[in-house]
């Protein structure tokens, strides 16, 4: 495919320059197709100072010459003025030059272009002129150089090969891109049955449409008759390369350190494996899928394995080498297997040339997950001889066994579809798929009773946010545990000491308003003082009015701290009836009134939020007997008939309740009187009279 060195420098090359040449060679050689990192023909060239008859320039020119073949057939970008930046002294060099530039037009006719000759005679004026130009223009006569014919022109033998033909990397010259040739192995291509093989493993990979299959774009026959398809290109590395990546990473070099050091170094790796393992499994899901869909195509694919499945940078998975498939003829009648496939990923009923189905596929895609959960094939013990024999039952280790890492879930379903009897399997590739799917999300999967710790790892990973809040909420709360119990219990201690400070006030305010109320008693009450002459009526008046700075007091402080508790505005209430009942008796009737109401107006609020409180009832029975006795000292009949009735109506329904309380008799008493009294003066002496009957009665 290259043209030899030798020839192109006129076939006087010193030995020097050759082993520069096969160095170089053998660099490329070394690489993947898909390998981006190319050598640098700088880092081949001998030292500037010419040792033992080598020129630095002749060596340059070679390894040029070779390095711009490489890359433009490969793909990449290169052209004769790189090379005389990398190497001035070129420029120089006539003959130099024009094997560059010929170098370059014929790979440029190779993959199909057609170059600009005038273009070469404006780059390079000094050398091409119209001799030179004459010599390239007759390039494009010679059939090796034909723009069209053959479309698809070989530029490398590729690493994956199929039993029955080789694979080249090639150059679509019609469509300007890389696909990949099969083709019929020479020392096979006079066999009819494989030629016709590579037909039909064209024609069965053409029908099937799928992400995860290879796409058929052409197939064709060479001059010598023998027949061979293109398709595309995958980059990438096989399933079977990832495994051995997935599996040997971290093992090597670790035997002579440390155990700790080595634990310590593990913990990294590990979940970094964990991870590139779940990554593995989801393009075995999509090779499920792919194998599904082949079946519902009426394919069979019969001999799946890591070797046969690609994966590319960019996510793709493909399953290439149909070569062992079959197909499902019209009537369903199963097919018999041919003598191909790879015994460690057969299934027992091919190993026995019996009829296979679907469930077959299904067995070489459990021995797949097989490889990539433990890294080894199943039955990596066990010989060819006794994987054909017809006898074959054993069943594969059981992956944990050789891993104890695997999921106890994802050995169930690779068991599952490694069993002996086909009807013991997955009945299709799809319900092998949605297991792996199941696993993949950390659901339940339909072949497993997992152990009580894989289940709390499955739903730990599945609700992973969750766990992190309440985790995080469990953590915030036990820091503040220590900290609420510190300020409960010197909250509670602060309560206790307010309330028995507020208890010890309302006890000595309760006492002092009692001796005030007793005091006034004592003077309203004293005959001595309740004589009608002038001196004495000023006397009792000053006596009466002395506790009166203290009621107003306690008044303005109860109102000013504006409290809903139903103890201060009781308290507010009878501050405010004791008030009324002095300034009634000192002659300021009119402050008295509006006491008497304020008072009223409280009890009544306090005795419709407590309905069934005998204090509140009691306090409202005194306060409407006093407003009641005081609206009719200024003649408001009407409004006094109303208090006193309210008066009678309270105590009667208090001397019901609690018979035995004395004072609830005597206020029921006083408030007959002074209805009857009213009742009189305003000459309706029947009710009168009954008012103070039921006074005598009570």
Partial sequence: MRTNPQTQLGGSVPGGVVSFIKAFESAWGRLDFNEKHWPNPADFLPPREENAGISR?????????????????????????????LLPELRTDTNAIRELITTEYRCLLFLGQDPDLES?????????DDEFLAELRELRSDPENDPVHPRFRPIGLLPRQGGMGDVFLAYDRELKRRVALKEVRLDLSTLPDVQAGLVHEAELAGKLEHPATVPIYSLGKHDDERPYYAMQFVQGESLEKAIEDLHNDGIANTTRRGFIQRLVDMIPSRASRETRLRVLVRRFVEVCNAIAYAHSKGVLHGDIKPSNILLGPFGETKVVDWGMAVRIDSTGTLPRTSKGGTPHFMSPEQARREPLGETSDVYNLGATLYC????????????????????????????????????????????????????????????????????????PISVNREPIGERIQRLGRRYSRELLVVTMLALVLAALVPFLISAAQHYRALN????????????????????????????????????????????????????????????QELESNEVDDPEARASLAETLLSLATITSQVGRKAEALESYSRAHNLSSSLLRSYPDDSHYQADL??????????????????????????????????????????????????????????LRDTGRAIEAKAAFQRSMAT
């Fill in 57 to 85: 320039k002749d060596v340059g020119a070679a390894l040029f010459a070779i390095d711009l073949e490489f890359r433009l057939k490969r793909g990449g970008e290169a052209d004769v003025e790189h090379y005389c930046d």
């Fill in 120 to 128: 070469y005679r404006s780059r390079f004026p000094e050398v091409c």
């Fill in 372 to 443: 990539i959960l433990t890294g080894k094939t199943p039955h990596a013990d066990r010989g060819d001889e006794r994987l054909l024999s017809p006898e074959r039952e054993a069943p594969p280790l059981p992956p944990r066994m050789i891993a104890r890492s695997v999921p106890w879930a994802l050995q169930a379903v690779c068991l599952k579809a490694m069993e002996a009897r086909p009807a013991d399997r997955y009945a299709h590739a799809k319900a092998l798929a949605e297991d792996v799917e199941h696993w993949l999300a950390d659901e």
């Fill in 496 to 555: 206790r000491r307010i309330v028995a400070a507020d208890q010890s006030l309302r006890r000595r305010t309760n006492t002092s308003l009692d001796a005030l109320r007793n005091y006034t008693q004592v003077v309203s009450d004293d005959e001595f003082l309740k004589q009608p002459a002038p001196e004495m009526d000023r006397l009792r008046k000053k006596l009466l009015g002395t506790p009166m700075p203290v009621f107003q007091r306690l008044q």
């Fill in 621 to 678: 029975a005194r306060e409407a007997l006093g407003m009641g006795t005081l609206l009719a000292e200024v003649c408001r009949i009407d409004e006094a008939l109303r208090s006193l009735r309210e008066a009678i109506d309270l105590n009667t329904r208090l001397v019901s309740k609690h018979p035995t309380e004395l004072a609830h008799h005597r206020d029921l008493a006083r408030a007959n009187a002074e209805l009857g009294v009213l």
